[in-house]
Structure formats: structure tokens, C-alpha cells
């Protein structure tokens, strides 16, 4: 178990370094220049240089880079070139509304998901299934952007029964949810419906139904319980894709959040931003993947004891 | 440290996921989630006058803050003078103003018993540290170079403040009227330092109140305001990026002005009850800069004739959804000073013989460099002028590109790039100041400078020359006349239109203007 633990918190390092080079070099790849942002459109050519070299971006991108790494371990992310507010506070303000939108996704994401794939799974071929699959087939297709126009047309321009944009109350966060979460619905809805019909065909379960054990114990204790390993691996996966999915759902209902930040940052060329907050993403990533693995264990002996 | 159990998992993720699921339930249920939203809504809604536009303020200091976000700028801060609808300039903090000294000093006369919102009594003292700020060079002044003329400011009494320029300029009131030069409290600059623009402090009909970014910024009704007073206590500036989300909130309610429309949109709304849509002349034009340095667009008569081979009037139509105006001139219609010229005709024929007479007879390539997607139809325009000059016999290519790389190519060495347009998009608030960036020698052809077309006719910089020496503004006239219709005849651009400034408003509102240069601003705001 802590070999395993350990083993998946050493692999994490290279993973992370790797993730700094492609976030450090991306933005070094891309035309355009950070310190011409910083200096304005009316600077001369002397305050750019200037500026250039304040920012060491007149050194070789190799020293750039190990001198970034250092900074960032240090929580030194330095200044916003749009703002001129240090990038720790802009990324700290922007966390709480990108997580709160994150969660309430993956919240109704696991509730209708497991209960659609479960329903459609103890009704296999029945009208309920019929639905299931196909609410799951339409999520996974709908891209987030059109989902959310159309939501917005629905629920306030057609119906008025919640606002349209912005952030604060539990209702402008119902829209944004029920867009961002559609997609890892419909997967986690799939996801469960094979896993329990793999399950529900075991020869335990059709004993413990000979033996005359109610439908809901066979189906909530004995099915369940084996069927959610998989579904745990998509639920780990899914939030990666919701942080992702944050940057357009922001965009959409106008909400503050991180991933917002970044599409305004990536505009504007704020690189001490965009690099910053890509970190963030990818660190949380990977600690969500890292939880998973420790679940794992948890929930599997065959792990636990390995 | 106590071991959970697979068990105790289990059960405690099943209790949660239940619980969650039952909220989420809840939440669907469509009377509960009305009286949320009756209930949001009602937090001061009726008294609060929103405005939505598209970009998120980068800072809320004028001198910084210099995007198309200039409503909730317009809101907390006054100039000395201010742009009205019909583009003249009428008093705001100044009274009256006045030049002497062969137009090196201007005298303004400030209005009296105006105080900032944090108490601090407004005066020349004000006026002449606002300048300072703008001049400090560690502010992040975005226009910082057009207030290099100011050599001094003088504060001969409280209410009297006299700018020394050099070189005289007669369009230095203009100067005073544009959004940089709103004036700021010196109290709170002192106290907030380069903070100032998260703590903004002016004289304007509302005072900051908050600033959520990318949500809001709001700010509360200055019952102590000089101007016209507000029906509404407070003003809110809603950030929301997505046109499309723009058309929500304005068939919503839930903003009251919505800026910059998307022209798909514009019939749809105008059949919507509870609202108006306007569309209306904007101080910007769209058009391809070529590099004109050397052939073949060193030419005239090229480019007059990759001008006659565009049907302007049927992009507008076509793809522009008539939100467009065709555009006769090399100047700005509706600026002072902007004449217009005989139109040069769609005229694919003629088109081709001057071609033929300029050495092209069997065609030529040509560059468009393009950042798609910087205003609604911009890379449908530019394929329709490829396909219109295909049809001359001229084969273009259109290369897409990020802004950053497109500004670096544009300011690039002209010699460097023979046969390369740019497609941009052109805004300015006076004659002047478009006509020198974008044809005199001195500006066209200068490292850096985003215009850089090589365009040049000396006998056009000696008109520019002569004209900004004068104060006798109807001298000037037939000055700018002469001025621009050589350039008119030099084609130097490949004009395609004037843009349209779209917006919308709910019914019952009142007391604004969008200016030509799209900014709201606020005068006696009501809301019924």
C-alpha cells in the first residue's frame, strides 16, 4: 500500500517537470512579445529593452527556464503585464468560483450518471435504457458552447427561471453546472451501465438472487460495490476534463474563474499568467490522478496487497 | 490516524452521492429555483442601471484603462471637456477654455464647488497632478506619448489651470477630451499610489463601489454630482465576452444597455418587444494596408484599380447584413474635417485595363495577412475581396495569423514585403491625428508603428504640416479638403467601409449616449 502510494507520488515529479517544459515552451514557441505588452503600446524601444531585460527575457531561454522553475517553487510568479497585480493573487482570487463550478458539475454529474447507468442497467432494453443511452449519446455529443446558448434560451430568454450570467447565487451556478457536467454525465452514465450489466451477469449475484435476496441488496450492495472500480477511473478522468472544460463554460455565462483568466491572459499575452494558471490546472490534474490511485487501493485489495 | 474502511467508503460515498442527487433534484424543481431567482433578481435590481460589453477592464484608472470598456470609466469620471454625440466637445470640469501665446497655452476655467468622492475638493491642483500621473513613467499610460507636448502646467488660482505645449496644437482640447485625460482625485493617488486603478476615485455621477473580476464593477449613485442626476442609485459594468451571451442578458433584462452586438443578431432583436436596437456610424474603418514601397503595389494605378475591383456595396449588403457604410473618403465620415470624394466605382473591366496599362496584364500575387475573428465577418470580407480580385486576374493568398504576428508583420519594412496587404480595422477621435498616422511620410514608414505602408506624398505632408499650425478652425477646412482629396487620388489603402456601432436597450431607459467611438456615457441615467 505505501510502496504503492509512494511509487505514484515519485512519478508525479517527472510528470509535473515535463508538464513545466511543454507550459515554459509553448509560450516561448508562439510570436509576440511579453515585455512590448508590459511597456504599452506608446513605449520606445529603449523602455521595452529595458523591460526586456528586467524580466531576463534577454538571457538564453535555457536560463529563463531554470530561473521560472526556481521562482515557482518559490510561489514567485511574479506580476501580471495587464494588471500589474502580483499573478498569485490573480490566480488566487479566480480558484473559488472555477472550483465551486468544477464541483457542482461533478456533483450532478456522479448523482444522474450513476443513477441513469444504474437504472439502465437493472432495466436493460426496457424504455428506460432506451433513454439512458440515448441522454448519454446527446451529452457526449453536445459540444459545451451550443449546449450552453441553448440552455440560456431555454431556461431565461424562454422560460425566465434563472439568470443567464455571472456568479454569487445558487442559481446563476445551475446553468454553468448543468452545461459543464452533461458531457461526464453521459460518460460516467455509460460507464456505469456496462459495469453493472458485467456485474449483474456474475455467478455470485444469480446465487444470492436464488437465495432470495431483495433486488435493491443484490443490485446497491453486491453490484454496485464491484462495478465502481471502473467507474471511479472515469470519474478521476472526467474532472480533468471539466477544469478544461471551465475555460469555455466561463466564457459562455460570463462567469469569473480561472479559466476565464486564462483566455483573457492568452488575448492580452499576459505569459506570466497564462503559464501560472496552466501550471495550477495541470498540478490539481495531477493530484486528482494521484488521488484516484490511492482510492484504488482502497477500494481494491487486489491493489492494497499487491 | 483512523483507517476507513472499504465499507465505511462506501456507505458514506452513497449517503453523499444521494444527498447531492436530492439537491440537484431540488434544484430542478422550477418553483423553488424561480423564487432564487426572484430573490437575486430583487437584491436592487430596480435601482440598478447595468451595462454590458464585452471586455474586462485591464484597470480602472483613465490613464491606464483605455479599452472598450470606457462605460464604467465614463461613469466614475469627468474630463475637462467631453465629446457629445455629434462629435463636438462641450464643457464637462472646465467651463470655458481658451489659447494664446501663438496657441503654446491654453487656459482652462474650472467649474466651481466640484469635489472628488473621497471629500477632496476638485481644482487646478487636481488637474495638474492628473497630468503628472499620466507622465510618470512608471504609470502603465497607455497614451502617455500624446501628452509629450505638454511641456508645464500652471495653476495660477484654484479654478484657472493653463497647459504650456510645444509644439502648438490646435486639437489640444480633443486631447483633454479623450478617455485618458478623465481627471483623478489627488488624495487617493497618494494614497493608493500605482494601486490607483483598483481604487478609482473621481468626480463622476457614481462612485466605485466594487470590482469582482471577470463579473462586475459596480458603483453607487454621487448624490453630490455636478451634471444631471440619476433615477437609479446604483451602475454596474457586466463583462460578458460571448455575443451571444450579450443577446441573452439584453432579451433578459438583466442589462439595460448592451454594447457591441453582433450584427447576425441585429434583425431577430429588432422584432423583439421591451427593446431597441441601434446601429449607429462608428469613428472606425475597415481596411487593407498594403506595403507600397515597391511593385507592384508601389503603383497608383494598381491600386486604384485592386479598389474598382471590389463590389464594396455588395459586401455590405452580403456579408455585413447592411451594417456597414461604404466609405468615399480617407478620412473618417462624421469627424470634423472628414470630406468625402467622388466614390470610385465597382468596375471590373476598367479594373483590368489599368492593370494592363500598370504592366499586369497577366496578373499578380498578391499577401493578405489576417487575424479572423477581431470583428463579426472580417475572413468572409477578405474571401470575398480575394475572389472579386480573382476575377481581374490578380491571385492573392490569405494567411491567417495571431494579432501579435500580424502587428509584426505590418510594421515591418515595407521594402521587405512587396505584394503584402493587412487587413485592420482603423479608430480615431479627430481628423488630425488619422490623417498623419496613416498617410504623412513622417508616420507611415517609422520601425514600430503599426500603419507602416510607406505611403508618402510630400505635397500632403506639407498640407498636414500647415494645417495643425492654425487655430482658425475654418481655415483649416479647405486645408484638410485639398490634403485629403490628393490622397484620394494616391489610393493609398484598399478602403471597404465605415463600421457601424450596434447596441441595444431596454425600453424605458434613459439619459445616455453612445458616442461614435462606442463608448456609453452616462448623463441623468433612468430606468422605468
Known sequence: MFRHIAGRLLWAVPVLLGVSVIVFGLLKLIPGDAAQVMAGTDATAADVEAIRQQLGLDRPVYVQYVRWLGRLSRLDLGRSAVTHRPVVYEIASRIPPTAELAAAAMALAVALGLAMGVAASTHQHSIWDVTASLAAAVGVSMPIFWLGLMLMMIFSVGLRWLPSTGAGTFAQLVLPALTLGSTSMAIIARQARSAMLEVLQQDYLRTARAKGVTRWVVVMRHGFRNAVIPIVTVVGLQLGYLLSGTVLTETVFARPGLGRLIVDSIRSRDVAVVQSAVMVLSVTFIVVNLAVDVLYAYLDPRIRFD | ?528
Do not use: C
Not at chain 2, 433578459?252 to 427593446?275: C, F, I, K, N, Q
Not at chain 2, 514601397?293 to 497608383?300: G, I, N, R, S, Y
Not at chain 2, 499586369?360 to 499577401?367: E, K
Not at chain 2, 479638403?481 to 441595444?504: C, E, H, S, T
Open chain 2, 1 to 528: 490516524m483512523k483507517r476507513i474502511r472499504r465499507r465505511e467508503l462506501l456507505k458514506q460515498t452513497a449517503a453523499r452521492t444521494a444527498a447531492v442527487a436530492l439537491a440537484a433534484g431540488a434544484g430542478a424543481v422550477p418553483s423553488i429555483l424561480r423564487s432564487t431567482v426572484a430573490r437575486a433578481a430583487s437584491v436592487g435590481r430596480e435601482a440598478t442601471f447595468v451595462v454590458a460589453d464585452g471586455t474586462e477592464p485591464n484597470s480602472l484608472d483613465p490613464a491606464v484603462g483605455t479599452g472598450p470598456f470606457q462605460a464604467i470609466i465614463n461613469a466614475m469620471f469627468d474630463g475637462l471637456v467631453q465629446w457629445n454625440e455629434k462629435g463636438q466637445i462641450q464643457p464637462a470640469l472646465a467651463t470655458s477654455w481658451t489659447s494664446s501665446g501663438g496657441g503654446r497655452i491654453w487656459t482652462f476655467s474650472l467649474r466651481p464647488g466640484v469635489r472628488f468622492h473621497d471629500g477632496t475638493p476638485f481644482g487646478s491642483d487636481a488637474v495638474k497632478a492628473t497630468i503628472a500621473h499620466i507622465l510618470d513613467l512608471s504609470t502603465p499610460a497607455t497614451r502617455r506619448g500624446n501628452y509629450l507636448l505638454i511641456k508645464d502646467v500652471l495653476t495660477p488660482d484654484e479654478h484657472t489651470v493653463r497647459f504650456v505645449t510645444d509644439p502648438p496644437n490646435p486639437d489640444f482640447p480633443l486631447l483633454m477630451a479623450d478617455g485618458s485625460a478623465k481627471i483623478v482625485s489627488p488624495a487617493a493617488l497618494k494614497t493608493y499610489g500605482q494601486d490607483f486603478g483598483r481604487h478609482p476615485v473621481g468626480t463622476g455621477p457614481f462612485a466605485f463601489e466594487e470590482w469582482v473580476p471577470n463579473d462586475h464593477v459596480s458603483a453607487s449613485l454621487n448624490t453630490a454630482y455636478w451634471g444631471p442626476g440619476s433615477g437609479v442609485r446604483r451602475f454596474l459594468y457586466h463583462p460578458i465576452p460571448e455575443s451571444a451571451a450579450r443577446v441573452v442578458v439584453l432579451k433578459t433584462g438583466e442589462a439595460d444597455v448592451v454594447l457591441d452586438l453582433p450584427p447576425t443578431d441585429m434583425d431577430a432583436l429588432r422584432h423583439e418587444s421591451g427593446l431597441a436596437v441601434y446601429a449607429t456610424p462608428a469613428q472606425t474603418i475597415a481596411e487593407l494596408e498594403p506595403a507600397q514601397t515597391k511593385p507592384p503595389l508601389k503603383d497608383v494605378r494598381v491600386r486604384r484599380a485592386l479598389n474598382m475591383a471590389i463590389d464594396k456595396d455588395a459586401i455590405i449588403k452580403g456579408i455585413m447584413r447592411g451594417f456597414a457604410k461604404p466609405l468615399h473618403s480617407p478620412g473618417i465620415p462624421g469627424l470634423w474635417g472628414s470630406f468625402d470624394f467622388a466614390p470610385v466605382p465597382y468596375d471590373p473591366n476598367q479594373a483590368r485595363q489599368l492593370l494592363a496599362a500598370a504592366g499586369f496584364g497577366g496578373g499578380m500575387d498578391l499577401t493578405i495577412n489576417i487575424t479572423a475573428g477581431r470583428w463579426a465577418g472580417d475572413l468572409q470580407v477578405v474571401q470575398a475581396v480575394q475572389g472579386y480580385w480573382a476575377n481581374v486576374g490578380v491571385r492573392s493568398t490569405v494567411r491567417q495569423m495571431d494579432f501579435a504576428t500580424l502587428l509584426v508583420g505590418s510594421s515591418s519594412d515595407p521594402d521587405a514585403r512587396p505584394g503584402a496587404l493587412t487587413s485592420l480595422v482603423k479608430s480615431s477621435s479627430y481628423i488630425d491625428y488619422h490623417l498623419y498616422r496613416m498617410y504623412d511620410s513622417e508616420a507611415t514608414n517609422v520601425p514600430g508603428t503599426q500603419q507602416r505602408t510607406g505611403y508618402g506624398n510630400p505635397e500632403v505632408d506639407k498640407l498636414l504640416a500647415q494645417e495643425r499650425s492654425m487655430f482658425d478652425q475654418p481655415q483649416r477646412l479647405p486645408i484638410l479638403k485639398r490634403a485629403q482629396q490628393l490622397i484620394w487620388q494616391d489610393q493609398p489603402l484598399i478602403y471597404l467601409f465605415q463600421m457601424v456601432n450596434l447596441w441595444g436597450a431596454r425600453a424605458g431607459t434613459k439619459g445616455f449616449v453612445v458616442l461614435p467611438s462606442g463608448d456609453f456615457v452616462p448623463g441623468g441615467l433612468r430606468r422605468t
